[in-house]
């Protein structure tokens, strides 16, 4: 495509990345959302995608997302309440129930969406980095400064001011809503998309708290630097980052990126 993957215009060099103004990266939530929306509800065969990140988000001329690689993509029948599967994706994007347990349904679609849109929102990938290199989880600071009512701060900084901090702050409380660790406290695709079109609301479910005292009492700590400091992001694109949930998983499964 023209403009390569989103993990590219995101993370890749500051030409790329001033490309993408506030209209764009909402442009580029609602593509993706858009998409999942067919698999999941429209698609006469219901599919889930289970490997849904930047490097799979592929943007044309226009930066019109366009969801890629189906290798992972799986059949779902609707009438059965989940499938127990081998573990196909990426760590850092699956959702935790899936990731933990191998139940697998179009809920996991809608997590990897959430981790998606706060890393399109922030600039950030799935983890950054304090300058003596101990990590904090982007998922994990979003629960802090979603609890400390100050969730705009997740916006990048490069933006400046241009961007709504309304619409900003419903698209992060979107995000969060889609990363909650029920399955069923996820709202479908189909909602996600009239909320980014501004046509309904969320109703907002109690947040998920971070997995580990350790990651909470870190995130807690990072909160509370000003947003113009430098969190270091990863950008090499086919990595993976891992939130806390998947990072209790690769803990005790040492294996690549990609699980089978």
Not at 137 to 152: E, F, P, R, T
Not at 194 to 204: A, C, D, F, H, P
């Amino acid at each position: 495509m023209e403009n390569n993957s989103l993990a590219h215009a995101l993370f890749g060099s500051d030409e790329v990345r001033s490309r993408l103004n506030w209209p764009t990266r909402v442009q580029i939530c609602l593509g993706i959302a858009k998409g999942l929306t067919f698999l999941h509800e429209e698609s006469k065969l219901k599919i889930v995608h289970r490997d849904i990140k930047p490097t799979n988000i592929l943007l044309d001329k226009d930066f019109n997302a366009k969801i890629s690689d189906f290798g992972f993509a799986k059949l779902y029948e609707e009438e059965v309440t989940h499938v127990v599967t081998k573990i196909a994706g990426t760590t850092g994007y699956m959702a935790p129930e899936y990731a933990m347990r191998g139940h697998l349904t179009n809920k996991a679609d809608v997590y990897s969406f959430g981790v998606v849109t706060l890393e399109i929102v922030s600039g950030k990938n799935s983890t950054s980095y304090r300058p003596n290199d101990e990590n904090v989880y982007l998922l994990d600071l979003a629960y802090v400064l979603q609890q400390k009512g100050n969730l705009v701060e997740l916006v990048d900084p490069s933006l400046g001011s241009d961007y709504s901090s309304e619409q900003a702050n419903t698209i992060l409380e979107l995000a969060m809503s889609c990363t909650n660790l029920s399955p069923s406290l996820r709202p479908p695709m189909s909602e996600v998309v009239k909320t980014l079109e501004g046509k309904s609301k969320i109703v907002g479910a109690s947040p998920s708290a971070p997995y580990s005292m350790d990651d909470s009492a870190m995130a807690e700590e990072m909160a509370g630097f000003s947003q113009s400091a430098k969190f270091g992001s990863t950008s090499q694109e086919g990595t993976s980052n891992t939130n806390s949930s998947s990072q209790a998983v690769s803990k005790e499964v040492e294996k690549s990126d990609t699980f089978f």
